[in-house]
């Protein structure tokens, strides 16, 4: 018998779904649950831009203009010369 | 092609401001960023001899500081590290999003849409905000937030690092990305 699931329960198995998505396909409980919750359907979709996000936005800053300062690269130097 | 000999005395010049660049876009402050890639320098020059010439010398800098950066978010996992019951204690629980008695959104934190929410905010503005988000994460779940999805590790992988169980791992996963979506709407997102 299909078991109904709760938000909470949906929310954690869209979270382990997409770590499966390739390989495995959406448990029957979750597809239910999402033709009917319209909440979930959101965080479906969100959870997945934030994802998303956070590696755009770690990319962006790695490629941002920011520098080391001249006195940490001095500081650097000396700590590979006593080291070398 | 002539194989290309480290100069240690040069990488700072050479690679740390693009080191530099990357470490910060890890972790929070400019002074940890730093010390990562001063750790990278000196773990290099340790590790001087397993330097194979025919790979790229920046390439293997880079492997060095990932591999610290993965390092500074174990310790930072393991200032709070805690058992699945005590996982509360690091922030907010299922419990202040969802009705304890039948599992589904309470009224005040049903996700809102996000309609055109790249359109919303400017991408440098949605970029801030969530890594602002990302910095008040209680500490385990902002490491395991950035080794899963800005390092791209695998949930074995995470939990092997940190000797997490994977029940616990998916827990603290939730949990993050509760408060992630939360703390965006908060900061403008479902706004417009």
């Known amino acids: ?84 | 092609m002539t194989p290309s000999t480290p100069v240690p005395a040069q990488w700072p010049d050479r690679y740390g401001d693009e080191l530099y660049r990357f470490a910060l876009s890890r972790v929070s402050d400019s002074e940890t960023a730093e010390e990562l890639v001063q750790e990278t320098f000196l773990s290099a020059l340790d590790g001087l001899a397993t330097f194979r010439a025919e790979a790229s010398e920046r390439t293997w800098l880079f492997i060095i500081l990932r591999r610290k950066i993965i390092d500074h978010y174990r310790r930072q996992a393991r200032t709070t590290r805690v058992g699945l019951d005590e996982i509360s204690e690091g922030g907010p629980t299922e419990a202040d999003f969802f009705n304890p008695e039948n599992g589904h959104w309470a009224a005040q934190q049903t996700p809102v849409s996000w309609l055109n929410a790249d359109a919303a905010l400017e991408q440098q503005e949605l970029h801030e905000i969530l890594a602002r988000c990302q910095e008040r994460l209680p500490p385990q779940q902002g490491a395991v937030f950035a080794m899963r999805f800005v390092e791209e590790l695998s949930a074995e992988e995470i939990c092997q690092e940190l000797g997490l169980s994977s029940a616990n791992y998916w827990v603290i996963i939730h949990r993050a990305k509760l408060q992630l979506r939360r703390c965006l709407e908060k900061h403008g997102l479902g706004k417009n």
Do not use: F
Request: proline share 2%; aromatic share 6%.
């Open chain 1, 1 to 84: 018998m299909l078991r109904l699931i709760t938000c909470q329960n949906a929310t954690m198995l869209l979270e382990q779904q997409a770590d499966h998505a390739a390989s495995k396909s959406m448990p029957t409980s979750l597809w239910l649950h999402l033709r009917y919750c319209p909440y979930c359907n959101r965080y479906a979709k969100q959870t997945v831009l934030i994802a998303e996000w956070a590696k755009a936005s770690a990319t962006t800053r790695a490629n941002s203009d920011m520098a080391l300062s001249e006195a940490a690269k001095q500081r650097m130097r000396e700590r590979l010369a006593a080291a070398g």
